[in-house]
């Protein structure tokens, strides 16, 4: 055992080369408040500790020590036999956010089959922005794995690259993977309405209902008023979660031209839809949505009377 001459460091080290896990597992938490440089080699002996504890307790803290001395042992870590390691360290590598840590992980992103642990790496990789993600993100858009394919949208999207788009849309349309699309569609709103749009419209009739969701969502922080008409289709949607998706979409499009469909969806027996209706009718702000919000004001529900409250003085403004 490698000897300190910190005694707080060096009492630690004796900790952790005791026989007992449980001592150990006392050790990982004292180097948590060490705060000496030293700390690091000790920590990077826990994660590799034979017991599952010590290592479970290492993962946890890594992110109170540097991130560029801690990233391939992270790295390793993802391929614990352990899954609550390899969670643990899959969480400390996203929360890493530290540029000096994109070479190991692309470095270990290029070598690595294993599922869990490229999924691991393009989370991690997917706040760093790190121009060199791109390539190997678009390759593992065609992974067998639909994780890895998810987390490759991720990393494609924070890229904002127009060349990526049509991959994206791509993905968004065909993947297999219903939470794929989702993830696809989402991504795509760092485009303009005239690249994605109509892609956008098409994903509002998805098979599965989140992909619809998310469409919606898009489509309305895009705000492309050329899908006014698909959306007010879409307030007739057989969910009501689509329904309100695209309610809510209506608003941010400010077309006046909607009103009768949210004051139907004012109506309806769901209580969340009522209020995205009426919530889209004050942000509106067109005279004509005045009697759905006056009716809305002696709703049975007060999340929606209070919304309707709001929807009027809004109105009035705009009188």
């Known amino acids: 055992m490698k000897t300190y001459d910190d005694p707080e460091l060096q009492a630690i080290a004796v900790k952790l080369a005791s026989d007992d896990p449980g001592i150990r597992r006392v050790g990982v938490l004292d180097l948590v408040d060490s705060g000496e440089p030293e700390a690091v080699e000790l920590l990077l002996l826990a994660l590799r500790d034979s017991d599952t504890a010590v290592r479970?307790?290492?993962a946890k803290v890594v992110d109170e020590f540097e991130a560029e001395d801690m990233a391939d042992a992270l790295i390793a870590a993802l391929g614990d036999n352990d899954e609550v390691v390899r969670n643990a360290a899959a969480h400390a590598l996203a929360d890493l956010k530290d540029p000096a840590v994109a070479e190991p992980l692309l470095e270990a992103l290029?070598?690595?089959?294993?599922?869990?642990?490229?999924?691991g790496i393009l989370r991690a990789l997917k706040p760093l922005r790190h121009p060199g993600s791109q390539r190997?993100?678009?390759?593992?858009l065609g992974d067998d794995d639909p994780v890895v394919r998810r987390e490759a949208v991720g990393v494609i999207g924070w890229l904002k690259q127009p060349e990526n788009l049509p991959a994206l849309v791509e993905t968004a349309q065909?993947?297999?993977d219903p939470e794929v699309r989702r993830a696809a569609t989402g991504a795509l709103v760092y485009a303009s309405p005239q690249q994605v749009g109509q892609p956008l419209i098409g994903l509002l009739t998805d098979e599965h209902w989140q992909v619809r969701c998310e469409a919606a969502n898009s489509i309305g922080k895009l705000d492309h008023q050329a899908a006014l008409p698909a959306l007010m289709t879409a307030t007739r949607d057989e969910l009501w979660q689509v329904r309100e998706k695209a309610v809510d979409a209506l608003g941010k499009l400010g077309s006046a031209q909607a009103i009768p469909v949210l004051g139907e969806c004012s109506q309806d027996a769901m209580s969340n839809l009522r209020k995205a209706a009426i919530g889209a009718l004050g942000t509106i702000g067109h005279s004509d949505g005045l009697p759905f919000v006056q009716s809305a004001m002696d709703d049975p529900d007060p999340d929606v009377r209070k919304l309707a409250r709001w929807a009027m003085s809004k109105l009035d403004n705009a009188a």
């Open 56 to 58: 479970q307790e290492a």
């Open 136 to 140: 190997p993100a678009l390759k593992r």
């Open 174 to 176: 065909h993947d297999k």
């Open 110 to 119: 290029d070598s690595s089959s294993d599922g869990f642990v490229v999924a």
